[in-house]
């Protein structure tokens, strides 16, 4: 009996430190993603992967502000949305139930603390790639 409560115990601290690290993988990756897609479409929006323009020199600058991104501003954002995953079908019926704008506005106010500080950090990615950018075509200009 006392080796069952032992496995038993731990089979339990094995699951929760298997779920921590899964929950610190997702994060870590959901924020990189936020920030790999926020400044995809940055560079769209700009026109620098237009047809007509070196999307060589964008996608070189892109990933170069991509290693130099600081993704802890998102974390907190990003920490919530993986642990409220898993409630997805009780919103899905909430908002079925409530209507969508009263599910969005739980929402808003579930991820507005963290939001102010994701958004600034976005903006500042963006102000980074377009510095590097800016930089990068002038100095292609001049050595022609």
Do not use: C
């Not at 929760?16 to 400044?39: G, N, P, Q």
């Not at 019926?93 to 506005?105: D, F, H, N, Q």
């Amino acid at each position: 009996m006392p080796l069952m409560v032992v496995r038993y115990v731990l089979r339990r601290l094995w699951r929760k430190i298997i779920y921590i690290f899964a929950v610190k993988d997702a994060t870590t990756a959901l924020t990189e993603y936020w920030h790999r897609a926020f400044l995809i479409d940055h560079m769209v929006r700009a026109g620098h992967l237009a047809p007509d323009v070196d999307t060589d020199l964008a996608i070189r600058v892109y990933r170069q502000v991509l290693r130099e991104i600081d993704p802890s501003p998102l974390t907190g954002l990003a920490r919530q949305t993986v642990a409220n995953a898993r409630n997805v079908l009780r919103v899905l019926a909430r908002a079925r139930r409530l209507g969508t704008a009263e599910v969005t506005k739980s929402f808003g106010e579930v991820f507005s603390s963290h939001w102010k500080v994701a958004s600034e950090s976005l903006v500042t990615t963006s102000r980074r790639y377009n510095a590097r950018y800016a930089a990068e075509v002038e100095l292609k200009e001049h050595t022609g």
